[in-house]
């Protein structure tokens, strides 16, 4: 699985999950208990679909760490390419976004006094793909649904990092990041979520 770098604080790495896995993982989500997703503001969690259109899929923690530990694991084997004190990884989530869904324009850090102290520790946000436009392996498709990164390099001439989920890709970029989900058009787009964050700002220590 090679890593590539899309700018400095964009990076990539494609067949990071085999296909059968990707779509074991969307049988199970399609079963698992779901629920609107919410955002976090001014150190609450509400729900606001004017925000966030989503919704989060609940699994137990034995599932979730399976696929965590290896997103931690792939992290660590490149973290002088990372360039980061992140040493641990708060998550996986897993998510669907139906037609009409979408996640307007937000970063994945603390911005305000009362955000949770877990959000100050993000460092790098990783986003597993498992579903995508073309029909690969029997998993479903959808079509939109493109996360635009906006970078903060003042020498790109397009700030903007346009990606196009495809099934087992892993997506890694710094937290601090601006980004958002377009409008899904058709299909679902399944995805999860986990953050690597450093222990030194937060006391949740090693805790997912």
């Known amino acids: 699985m090679q890593l590539q770098f899309r700018t400095q604080n964009v990076a990539s790495t494609q067949g990071f999950l085999p296909i059968a896995e990707c779509r074991d993982i969307v049988r199970a989500m399609k079963d698992a208990p779901r629920v609107p997703a919410q955002v976090v503001r001014a150190g609450e969690s509400i729900l606001d679909q004017s925000l966030r259109l989503c919704f989060d899929h609940h699994f137990p923690e034995d599932f979730k760490r399976v696929i965590g530990d290896r997103m931690a694991s792939y992290f660590a084997d490149h973290r002088i390419a990372f360039d980061s ?18 996640f307007r ?99 949740l220590g090693g805790q997912r």
């Open 85 to 102: 004190d992140a040493n641990y990884l708060y998550g996986p989530y897993f998510m669907s976004y139906e037609k009409g869904s979408f």
């Open 105 to 203: 324009a937000h970063r994945d850090v603390a911005n305000h006094k009362n955000d949770p102290p877990r959000l100050a520790a993000h460092r790098w946000s990783l986003l597993l793909y498992l579903n995508g436009r073309d029909a690969v392996g029997a998993l479903p498709t959808f079509d939109g649904g493109a996360l635009t990164i906006y970078e903060t390099d003042p020498h790109l001439r397009d700030r903007r990092v346009v990606i196009v989920p495809e099934p087992g890709m892993l997506l890694l970029f710094r937290s601090s990041l601006m980004h958002e989900v377009a409008t899904v058009r058709e299909g679902t787009r399944y995805a999860a979520a986990g953050w690597m964050s450093s222990s030194n700002s937060s006391p």
